[in-house]
């Protein structure tokens, strides 16, 4: 399953910063919430929920409506976790390549980077 090969992933990188293990954190969260009974090798850039994943989704859809840049180091997370995936010979290609951060707009008319 892609959310045991994250939590595996995570468990063994001792040689990362204490924040990072927490944004690797913040993005497993979402990698359980959006696909936890997928396995990787499921996964393609046509896959349901894909796009909600990398996106600010509202709460209502699933989502938990990332702002700013926790958004953006979540969608690198889910980015690397893929290309382990890749290096590991589990999977081809990574799917989450043709998505990438993008700038997006407060309420209150502010630019922050989003996904």
């Known amino acids: 399953m892609f959310a045991d090969f994250v939590e595996n992933y995570i468990s063994s990188r001792k040689d ?9 954190g913040g993005a497993s969260q979402k990698v359980q919430q959006f696909f ?7 996964l393609t850039v046509k896959t349901e929920g894909l796009p909600a994943m990398a996106q600010n989704t509202p709460t209502e859809d699933g989502g938990r409506e990332h702002k700013g840049r926790n958004a953006v180091q979540t969608s690198r997370a889910r ?8 290096n590991a010979e589990i999977i081809s290609a990574n799917p989450f390549r043709a998505i990438k951060a993008r700038r997006t707009r407060n309420r209150d008319g502010a630019g922050t980077t989003g996904c």
């Open 16 to 24: 990362v910063k204490p924040g990072t293990v927490k944004t690797w």
């Open 36 to 42: 936890s009974r997928r396995t990787i090798k499921s």
């Open 79 to 86: 980015e690397s976790f893929l290309n382990e995936a890749v």
